[in-house]
């Protein structure tokens, strides 16, 4: 066969090769990327008739037969799965954390001015009749309910915060499923081992990663490379179907207190689902977490304007007359003070003057609002504990999958670097192998 078709194959092959490394370069540090390998393979031509059923062949060169895409399923499967457990735990400590330091236990929080109650109350126990210390106890009760109703405030802007985010991720979602179909409709009729298919492949896996950071998902392949998805497991809700047109679309729906349930509409049927791990799970925990802690806040407002009540109401204020309601309100943005007369104070009893301020210490038991705070407070902190050590721990495996899955599909500049000095040396050869074929040829013209 011809030195020049055997050069010509050479050249467009290793080309081809050199161009593969190229984009191995230039993609080393883009996420979702599979380092490509083209395959060599000898080139040849029938050269006469076949002999005992093997055909005759010649020697024609060589070709780039595919571009491969160096991948594995497994590994793939694991850093996806070690995603979602991480964006769960990550998500759902940073929300624990932020609902920690808006219980804020220090000078402005709600259990130091509750305290205050407390001690103004001994303070004007000590001297009943006097103006300014009934102003501060009054002033202390203010207190109280103004620290209460901020912190329900600041509850309630966390938990709109989470609201919005779990949208936004529900539309996410949404839109990577929409995004996955296209791609699986294209890898139906991609060639195989062309670089235009790896292209597309890498394409699907960094969209299943965007959806694997916000829900978790079993993923399945068919022959043609297409993905088939389901929430949690592989008996969970299906997503979308690799055969589908239509991918699923996820809802969701907000309740009052800021918790949501969720739904997988696919097929015209529609279907609950609650995700077991992604973000939106850990907004789900985060959101249950926040709604408890607003109730609970609500119950100690409660409570602490009925104690309060009823405790002036055993009282006689400075007029002679039984205690009145000092505190209105049913809930942690309600709760006041309702009075500004300080006369109306009931420090006396029966027997002296500060008799029924002297009972006031028994509304610091089991039952009282400053017990229901340190206890809403100590379990917020061992809540945030575990969470930092799951999420913690949940980094460290997502870090070790992904470190697992780079080792097979990522590019080591070094041996790129390898590869195209051998590829560059083999397409010179080739190139010199033209040369000499055209000399040769016009030294064969020359004689004549």
Request: charged share 15%; hydrophobic share 40%; net charge negative.
């Amino acid at each position: 066969m011809s030195l020049l078709s055997i050069g010509r194959s050479g050249v467009l092959a290793y080309q081809n090769a050199l161009a593969g490394i190229s984009e191995n370069v230039v993609n080393a540090n883009n996420d979702g990327f599979a380092r490509r390998q083209v395959t060599m393979k000898e080139q040849f031509t029938a050269a006469g008739p076949a002999f005992l059923y093997r055909g005759a062949g010649s020697f024609n060169g060589v070709q780039a037969a595919e571009v491969t895409r160096i991948w594995n399923q497994y590994s793939a499967s694991k850093a996806w799965s070690s995603n979602s457990d991480d964006s769960q735990a990550s998500t759902r400590s940073q929300f624990f954390s932020t609902v920690q330091d808006t219980l804020d236990d220090g000078d402005s929080g709600v259990g130091v001015k509750l305290t205050a109650i407390f001690t103004s109350g001994n303070a004007l126990a000590a001297n009943p009749n006097d103006a300014t210390l009934r102003q501060s106890f009054l002033y202390a009760l203010q207190d109280a309910a103004g620290s209460i109703t901020k912190t329900a405030a600041n509850l309630t802007k966390i938990s709109t915060t989470v609201s919005s985010q779990v949208g936004d991720a529900v539309g996410q979602v949404n839109d990577a499923l929409a995004a996955l179909t296209r791609i699986n409709l294209a890898l139906k009729t991609a060639p195989q081992g062309t670089s235009g298919r790896a292209s597309l492949e890498d394409q699907r896996d960094t969209i299943i990663g965007t959806i694997s950071d916000k829900i978790g998902i079993d993923i399945t392949f068919d022959n043609y490379g297409c993905a088939t998805l389901r929430m949690n497991d592989n008996g969970g809700p299906m997503l979308l179907d690799g055969n589908n047109t239509i991918p699923g679309l996820m809802g969701v729906s907000i309740a009052a207190n800021g918790t949501f349930g969720m739904s997988v509409t696919i097929d015209g049927t529609t279907s609950a689902v609650s995700p077991t791990s992604g973000a939106l799970a850990g907004y789900a925990e985060a959101a249950n977490q926040i709604a408890g802690r607003r109730s609970q806040l609500d119950t100690l407002a409660a409570s602490l304007v009925q104690q309060i009540n009823t405790w002036n109401a055993q009282g006689t204020d400075l007029n002679g007359n039984p205690g009145g309601d000092l505190m209105t309100g049913t809930d942690a943005a309600s709760i006041a003070v309702s009075v500004t007369d300080t006369n109306l104070v009931g420090a006396a009893d029966a027997t002296s003057p500060n008799g029924n301020l002297l009972t006031l210490s028994a509304l610091r038991g089991a039952s009282g609002a400053e017990t229901a705070w340190r206890s809403m407070v100590n379990d917020q902190a061992l809540r945030v504990q575990s969470a930092k050590t799951l999420a913690t721990s949940a980094a460290a495996a997502k870090d070790g999958a992904y470190s697992a899955l780079d080792n097979i599909s990522g590019v080591d500049l070094d041996t790129e670097a390898a590869q195209l000095m051998h590829f560059q040396q083999a397409y010179s050869a080739s190139a010199k192998i033209i040369q000499t074929a055209r000399e040769t040829l016009q030294a064969v013209l020359d004689l004549f």
